[in-house]
T-cell receptor
Framework: GAGVSQSPSNKVTEKGKDVELRCDPI?????LYWYRQSLGQGLEFLIY????????KSGLPSDRFSAERTGGSVSTLTIQRTQQEDSAVYLC?????????????FGEGSRLTVL | SQQGEEDPQALSIQEGENATMNCSYK?????LQWYRQNSGRGLVHLIL?????REKHSGRLRVTLDTSKKSSSLLITASRAADTASYFC????????????FGKGTTLSVSS
């Protein structure tokens, strides 16, 4: 596609349920990032992929959070046993740059609400 | 961890006025980037300034970088109502990081 695509755009779930958020990056972009943005806050880094490997997953807040990337393309962020504090907008970004600090292209985000 | 911190947190101006936002960071960097976010949307890249550059222009945007003070500023000249958005600076820690770390942003409101 022309841009980074994320789905679902909105997800409401009950506390304790698992959720999966999907990111489809720009074709050919080898770097992929997940960030989390709580209401009125800045972006919190979660995980970085280069190809299918994740050299930096230091931002994942707990072991309930995991992510994978397959075929150097689509990535899925999974949150197990969701808690109310997981409510946020989850943003995915991709970059053509090998390594760090290139220009990021963001998707529109997946808004997660945990009741 | 917080790498960039924007100042002010919020800024309200009239159309036609200039808007200046500042960013301070903590470590040595390779480059510094500014992004814009309209309400409820994703972020859009505005401009990248490398650590060996001091000033860069793009249309109505002017970015400066002072590595000795670990600070940057974003100037929007002749602002328009459509410039209303949140603006974030982002950097990568040369020593430790692999990902862009964003500040909390400056919320700019331009009224007509």
């Amino acid at each position: 596609g022309a841009g980074v695509s994320q789905s679902p755009s909105n997800k409401v779930t009950e506390k304790g349920k698992d959720v999966e958020l999907r990111c489809d990056p720009i074709s050919g972009h080898t770097a992929l990032y997940w960030y989390r943005q709580s209401l009125g806050q800045g972006l919190e880094f979660l995980i970085y992929f280069q190809g299918n490997s994740a050299p930096d997953k230091s931002g994942l807040p707990s072991d309930r959070f995991s992510a994978e990337r397959t075929g150097g393309s689509v990535s899925t962020l999974t949150i197990q046993r969701t808690q109310q504090e997981d409510s946020a907008v989850y943003l995915c970004a991709s970059s053509l740059a090998q390594g760090r600090a290139g220009e990021l292209f963001f998707g529109e985000g997946s808004r997660l609400t945990v009741l | 961890s917080q790498q960039g911190e924007e100042d002010p947190q919020a800024l309200s101006i009239q159309e036609g006025e200039n808007a200046t936002m500042n960013c301070s960071y903590k470590t040595s960097i390779n480059n510094l980037q500014w992004y814009r976010q309209n309400s409820g949307r994703g972020l859009v890249h505005l401009i990248l300034i490398r650590s060996n550059e001091r000033e860069k222009h793009s249309g109505r945007l002017r970015v400066t970088l002072d590595t000795s003070k670990k600070s940057s500023s974003l100037l929007i000249t002749a602002s328009r109502a459509a410039d209303t958005a949140s603006y974030f600076c982002a950097t990568v820690d040369n020593q430790a990081g692999t990902a862009l770390i964003f500040g909390k942003g400056t919320t700019l409101s331009v009224s007509s």
